[in-house]
């Protein structure tokens, strides 16, 4: 948490111009996402929990495929693999993709 009243010159680095402005640090980045949604608790907190949730999520189902899609997210990035040893390696490096910063 910062005061941007207090602390121009960080609040000048990242070019904040209103309150709340809400960025979210990724461990091992310097370059933050902000927040660019609308100023509704509900609608922040959503965001936020996005930020935090998995990088890479298993959908098993067409309800689970289907409620996945129908979220407000911005980008999404499908893998097809098949359901066997084969794909360990493709799964891995898809997995390393997704949660690099």
């Known amino acids: 948490k910062v005061d941007a009243t207090k602390d121009g010159d960080l609040a000048k680095k990242f ?20 927040y660019k949604g609308a100023r509704k608790a509900d ?3 959503s ?13 098993t189902t067409k309800a689970e495929i289907d ?4 979220r407000d997210d911005k980008m ?3 893998g097809y693999f098949l359901d066997d040893s084969s794909s360990d ?6 997995t390393g993709a997704a949660e690099k910063p």
């Open 76 to 78: 999404l990035v499908v």
């Open 89 to 94: 390696l493709a799964i891995a490096a898809f």
């Open 15 to 34: 070019k904040v111009e209103g309150y709340p402005t809400i960025f979210f640090f990724s461990k091992g980045s310097s370059e933050p996402r902000q």
């Open 47 to 59: 965001w936020i929990d996005a930020q935090l949730g998995p990088a890479v999520t298993d959908l």
């Open 43 to 45: 609608a922040m907190r």
């Open 67 to 70: 409620k996945f899609i129908a």
